[in-house]
């Protein structure tokens, strides 16, 4: 299944299955990038994070993707899990020296038994 | 090793009244953020805190936030006068001093203003 960020902020897909959620972010000069999940009554927790000097990186199950010609990141998981449902947002570092994370709405992911 | 601690975790309060939120940062943590989430929302930030340096409240919404930071670590966000548009979550995160360093978030306060 695939989402594309603020324009379809739900995604369903069976356990089991591959996931891709989708994020388009703002600033071309941006240099730093970071998925976050967060599940209900609780803060959002660091899953990866990618230098707009690399297009790729991969984690545990997750791979995350750069694509700076059209300022946009995906975020990929690999045979999803129950425990992966849950929102997932994606935030931009806009503040050069600084670190001010701006952050997407957010997409929902749900994993169907 | 302890993650970002928040107190309270929910807090009601009557609109008009104060109220302090908590931070404890990730012990060795340099900078200390705090955002605010809305119901359904993404996050927005509010105030950056790094080092000895003068804070960040470019995203304080009106004067009556304020936040201050003792001895380099524990952070207190204090809302005057609270209004109902001032309910949400209150998200406190801290990063080490090195660029580009994620976040670390707590698990907030509700505050819920009646």
């Known amino acids: 299944g695939e989402s594309v960020g603020l324009h379809l902020p739900t995604l369903s897909v069976q356990e089991g299955d591959n996931s891709i959620i989708n994020c388009a972010y703002s600033n071309s000069a941006s240099d730093y990038f970071i998925w976050y999940k967060q599940e209900s009554g609780k803060g959002p927790q660091f899953i990866i994070d990618?230098?707009?000097?690399?297009d790729k990186r991969q984690g545990q199950r997750v791979t995350v993707l750069l694509n700076k010609t059209v300022k946009h990141l995906s975020l990929q998981i690999a045979a999803t899990q129950p425990g992966d449902s849950a929102v997932y947002f994606c935030a931009e570092n806009m503040s050069q020296g600084a670190q001010k994370l701006v952050f997407g709405q957010g997409t929902r992911l749900t994993i169907n038994p | 090793g302890a993650g970002v601690s928040q107190s309270p975790s929910n807090k009601v309060t009557e609109k008009g009244k104060d109220v302090e939120l908590r931070c404890d940062p990730i012990?060795?943590?340099?900078?200390l953020y705090w955002y605010r989430q809305s119901l359904g929302q993404g996050l927005e930030f509010l105030i950056y805190f790094q080092g000895n340096s003068a804070p960040d409240k470019s995203g304080l919404p009106s004067d009556r936030f304020s936040a201050e930071r003792t001895g380099g670590s524990v952070s207190t966000l204090t809302i005057q006068r609270t209004q109902q548009e001032d309910s949400a979550v209150y998200l406190c995160?801290?990063?080490?001093?090195?660029?580009?360093?994620?976040?670390?978030f707590g698990n907030g306060t509700r505050l819920t203003v009646t």
């Open positions: 995160a801290s990063s080490l001093k090195k660029y580009n360093s994620p976040l670390h």
């Open positions: 012990s060795g943590h340099t900078a």
């Open positions: 990618i230098r707009s000097n690399m």
